[in-house]
């Protein structure tokens, strides 16, 4: 009984909110936003954005090395007023990227990834975000385990001892 009361709302929920894209889109991506797109924003046209606790420039030289790593061919970089902004070629996508300098040490990356100059392509801006969050990551970790290596490789400091001279005439005891 209950599994044909399911089957017969459906329909009227379908029926009802026909022509309204808000709440279809809000059904389809229910439970979107875990995993490797988390906490990544979007604009309503699927251009992606997320705040770095980083300068630009490191931020800059993790996306180049995400882009290297993903194959994305770079094909112009220039800096801005407010940061860097790079273009590039994914296949048939072009994608621009802006690097906004927040503070010294924030800045917001922003990926708009565009098929044939009409079609978003969410997925991929997701991605190069994500990848070049974990692009930071490595680089941190590797900077901590390098920090760690060069600690144990330094000697040990030893205690100094300070040698109090014997005189040749005090008398032995």
């Not at 604009?43 to 995400?66: C, H, M, R």
């Not at 800096?79 to 990227?97: E, L, N, Q």
Request: include cysteine; charge should be positive; charged fraction near 25%.
């Amino acid at each position: 009984m209950t599994g044909g009361r399911v089957m017969l709302g459906l329909p009227v929920v379908l029926l009802a909110s026909q022509g309204c894209a808000a709440l279809g889109l809000a059904l389809l991506t229910a439970g979107v936003g875990t995993g490797a797109g988390q906490g990544v924003s979007y604009t309503f046209d699927s251009i992606g954005y997320k705040t770095f606790t980083t300068p630009v420039e490191n931020l800059e030289a993790a996306t180049l090395k995400t882009l290297k790593r993903m194959d994305i061919e770079v094909k112009e970089k220039e800096r801005t007023d407010s940061g860097i902004k790079i273009s590039a070629k994914a296949g048939d996508r072009d994608v621009d990227i802006e690097l906004d300098r927040l503070t010294s040490q924030t800045a917001r990356m922003r990926v708009d990834a565009t098929l044939k100059w009409i079609f978003k392509d969410r997925a991929t801006a997701v991605e190069i975000i994500a990848q070049t969050a974990h692009t930071l990551d490595d680089q941190a970790r590797l900077a901590q385990s390098q920090a760690a290596r060069a600690a144990m490789a330094r000697p040990a400091s030893m205690p100094t001892i300070k040698a109090q001279p014997v005189s040749a005439t005090a008398p032995a005891r």
